[in-house]
């Protein structure tokens, strides 16, 4: 545990390594409780540097031998701190540093540096994990070939990998064990550096790539588990496939592993020729997975993929730089996404997730900017802000150059910075180079300022003169440490929309508007188009062109308009959402002033008018019928939340529109089931989805009818998307189906963690007063392991994250029940347990009563003994005063 005092790590203090390290031998002999590595370093001052004493990072590290130049160092020549190796003396020339330390991998439960997923051994090094495996230099800057020879015993052990390609094996001669050499020719940073060490089942596949290379494909996978493979490998392959075609990118090594394993922190890892996953983003089969864990595999296996290219054929300077590689990976594995499903779904469901997570967070105490300039825990910048927001940077860079230039910059980027370390500034450089544009500079703002903009746009037809006016004004609100801001450069996608549903040509400011796009970088702007000869619907920010929270008072009827004609799909889907989301949020005022609610019959002819439109893909459909989610109508409240009120009002909504459209929307249901077996595809899952959401508005009425027809879809489903489905919306509603529904389910998948995890899941997500006993009862459910972190996702996260009402509990006791399980497992698990942490962040948005109740919570948790400086630095953050 580390306790030490906070320290701050800046951007402004970023200096060039005093000594770098170009090649690593690594020795590691698993063994379950005393692993040995040794490490054979060759390092050299670096040019321009000072000659210094040279100090490794380490943590929660025992030395066992040191050698220089092959000669021991005598005792008092070094200090081995746990946290530290210093030497006092080395020469200012290229020398050897022989390093042993022994590493006890059962006991590692942080799940950082070599530990146990099970029995497999395995190593997580991103960010400052290789420092739990040797003293080195752990920073992204100092990049290394590496050779690593792995021993273990051969029962214990028979699969043994590392990055890079295989060039010895064999056994230990007179023993048990056996070893495996691996050697991987790309200089890399330690945080991409793998080792994994078990018994595991490989599948096998080849992809030749553009250039004629034939690549080994090995996906690794618990003994019995392969039949679940296949849906990964073939997302593979369309990954390489596609990043060839749409990036010119091509894979370099001979071969590309990935290994599934159990116990993971995060999603998944992208290390050099050897991604380590999470197995929910590996295994899947018909009957085990629904659509989401479908779609999700396929987004994050492209994600680590192309993260060879973004990440770590070029990497990142220092941490600052984060999202250099995971916003601009996550804008690539979007767009692959886009390319390979529908792209209207791809960037309604993109934004639907930007706006609960992202938005939330830049409007809170955890607010910061894509580019951090201080940190005290690099783990707690793994964000919806670095990567979401971070992807919506670039996304902004290409739609204002378009997309012939934008490829033009990203082909220098990759051949100007190949095998280095880079910045952001280097990154934005490159489409400054090849487009010549002189905004750049001011863009760099969307890096350094945290906060989402708030554009204001007052339009004006003038029928007499025929033109079309918007005024438009831009504000940044105040962030943590950041009180003032300046202007941003926006680019708004932007259409008239003529009383035909056609879009009419646009002259803005006496020039064509090139592409439809309207950049505003000026707090106040006013754009004229002219030759206007009717009024016409504007239709601003399409496909969400910027992260920004748009202002424009449209009337109603003008919202319907846009919602049945727009040509832009987006902002098609944006209208119904505008017009529920002024409903939902005038009905939240009136429960808790005890009024009436109202009702409107424009949304809802709007929404029929959708369910009935044939030409719509039915996954638009679904998207269109699924009112605001509480997270963003809290959001948009911005304070003095209710989030009984906001539940309440939510729910009633739906009801309005189960009971509205309740025959179109039964008849929709039947002529979306799809005969013949389960396929995965994005048209099959998209019809599923939409049958789904029909059968979940049907039960809002609360007939027996509908709950029936959801128990029947229970029973009789073929595939884990329907089971799912159909339990899901059981769970809502307390009758005897669903406790019926729940044991049947814990009977037929007890012996299936990933599946018993959706239980859970589910179960923590009932919006009930009992629902937090029924938690506190699960947690000792033998089904439940706090050492598990998808387990703790699945039951806690999900209570914290996904139920509003029940953790938000007006006595306070769900924020006492996650504080709780916090403190329990931050010893064993500070990443996680910070995770779960960042529940509270919106608590200054509640109303009285549950503020008070969380900070009293925040202020125990901050008062509690030797915290990590995980945990300390996210609740210190979510009590600043800013
Ligand atoms: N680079 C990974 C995310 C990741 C970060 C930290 C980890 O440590 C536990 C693990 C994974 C990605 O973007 O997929
Ligand atoms: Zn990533």
Redesign the pocket.
């Known amino acids: 545990m580390r306790t030490e005092e906070p320290r701050s790590v800046r951007l402004a203090d970023y200096r060039p390594p005093d000594w770098l390290i170009e090649r690593v031998d690594l020795d590691v002999s698993l063994h379950p409780t005393a692993s040995t590595v040794r490490a054979t370093l060759k390092i050299k001052p670096n040019a321009g540097g000072t000659p210094a004493p040279l100090v490794l990072d380490g943590d929660d590290l025992k030395l066992s031998a040191l050698a220089l130049d092959g000669k021991p160092l005598a005792a008092g020549s070094y200090v081995a701190a746990p946290d530290r190796l210093t030497i006092a003396q080395v020469p200012n020339r290229p020398f050897t540093l022989e390093i042993e330390t022994i590493v006890d991998p059962t006991a590692n439960t942080q799940l ?1 540096g070599l530990y146990r997923a099970g029995a497999t051994y395995c190593t ?1 090094c ?2 400052e994990g290789f420092r739990r495996i040797t003293y080195f230099l752990d920073r992204p800057d100092v990049m290394a070939v590496y050779t690593t020879r792995i021993e273990a015993d051969k029962a214990e052990a028979p699969v043994l990998l590392s990055n890079g390609n295989l060039v010895a094996s064999g056994d230990v001669p007179d023993t048990s064990r056996h070893f495996a050499v691996w050697h991987d020719p790309f200089p890399k940073p330690s945080y991409l550096f793998a080792l994994v060490g078990g018994n595991l089942a490989c599948v096998e596949d080849a992809f030749t790539t553009m250039s004629g290379r034939k690549v080994k494909l090995a996906i690794y996978v618990e003994p019995g588990k392969e039949d679940r493979v296949p849906y990964a490998m073939d997302s593979l392959k369309r990954a390489m496939r596609w990043d060839e075609t749409a990036f010119g990118r091509e894979y370099d090594l001979d071969i590309f592993m990935i290994v599934a394993v159990s116990a993971f ?6 290390n050099k020729g050897l991604n380590i996953f999470n197995d929910k983003y590996v295994l899947a089969s018909p009957t085990t997975a629904t659509d989401t864990d479908y779609a999700g595999i396929e987004a994050v296996i492209a ?2 993929y192309f993260h060879n290219w973004t990440g770590d054929r070029i990497t990142c300077r220092d941490w600052f730089q984060l999202c250099l590689k ?1 916003g601009l990976t996550v804008f690539r594995d979007q767009e692959f996404t886009a390319d390979q499903r529908s792209r209207a779904v791809e960037r309604i469901s993109d934004v639907r997730s930007l706006r609960s997570h992202q938005f939330v967070e830049d409007a809170g105490p955890l607010a910061h900017p894509v580019r951090p300039e201080v940190y005290r825990e690099i783990n707690n910048f ?1 964000t919806s802000t670095v990567y979401e927001k971070g992807s919506e940077v670039v996304r902004m860079i290409r739609t204002l150059l378009g997309p012939a230039l934008f490829r033009q910059g990203m082909d220098l980027y990759f051949a100007r910075h190949d095998g280095q370390a880079a910045t952001v500034e280097q990154f934005v450089q490159c489409f400054a180079d090849v487009s010549r544009r002189d905004f750049f500079p001011q863009f760099m703002r969307w890096y350094s300022q945290a906060g989402t903009p708030d554009v204001k746009i007052a339009p004006h037809y003038d029928a007499r003169a025929k033109t079309f006016t918007l005024d438009i004004t831009q504000t940044i609100p105040a962030t943590p440490g950041q009180p003032d801001k300046e202007p941003m450069v926006i680019p708004l996608m932007f259409g008239l929309v003529g009383a035909n549903g056609a879009d009419l040509p646009l002259v803005a400011n006496g020039r064509p508007l090139e592409r439809g796009v309207i950049e505003v970088t000026r707090p106040h702007q006013r754009f004229v188009f002219a030759d206007i000869a009717e009024r016409p619907v504007p239709s601003v920010n399409r496909g969400f062109s910027a992260p920004v929270k748009l202002s424009l008072p449209l009337e109603p009827d003008d919202l319907r308009f846009l919602a049945a004609h727009d040509a832009d799909s987006f902002n098609r889907w944006q209208a119904v959402q505008t017009l529920a989301m002024s409903l939902l949020k005038s009905n939240v005022a009136a429960l808790r002033a005890g009024a009436p609610l109202r009702e409107d019959d424009g949304l809802m002819a709007a929404l029929g008018a959708v369910l009935g439109d044939a030409t719509l893909e039915p996954a638009f459909i679904a998207l269109t019928l699924a009112p605001p989610s509480e997270a963003d109508i809290a959001r948009e409240l911005g304070g003095d939340v209710d989030p009984d009120a906001v539940f309440a009002a939510r729910r009633r909504l739906r009801a309005a529109i189960g009971t509205r459209h309740g025959a179109a929307l039964a008849e929709t249901y039947r002529r979306m089931i799809t005969p013949g077996p389960y396929r995965p595809d994005a048209q099959s899952a998209g019809r599923r989805t939409l049958k789904n959401i029909c059968l979940d508005l049907l039960a809002t009425t609360e007939t027996s009818e509908s709950i029936v027809r959801a128990f029947a879809q229970y029973q009789s489903a073929d595939n884990m998307t329907d089971r799912m489905a159909a339990l899901d919306t059981l769970a809502q509603h307390d009758r005897p189906e669903r406790a019926a529904a729940l044991a049947d389910f814990y009977q037929r998948y007890a012996g299936d963690p990933l599946i018993i995890d959706k239980w859970l899941a589910l179960q923590a997500a009932i919006p009930e007063p009992a629902t937090l006993d029924r938690v506190r009862d699960l947690t000792r459910h033998p089904a439940f392991s706090m050492a598990n972190p998808n387990r703790i996702r699945a039951l806690i996260g999900s209570f914290a994250q996904a139920n509003h009402t029940q953790f938000n509990r007006a006595d306070g006791a769900g924020y006492a029940f996650v504080a709780d399980v916090v403190l329990a497992l931050d010893p064993k698990n500070p ?1 996680v347990a910070a995770r779960l942490m960042g529940a509270f962040r919106s608590w200054r948005a509640l109303e009285a009563k549950r503020r008070a109740q969380a900070e009293a919570v925040l202020r125990r948790v901050a008062a509690a003994p030797a915290l990590s400086r995980d945990v300390h630095d996210i609740v210190a953050r979510t009590l600043a005063e800013s």
């Open positions: 950082m997580q991103e960010a922190n995060m999603g998944a890892m992208e994600h680590e995971e793994y990443q």
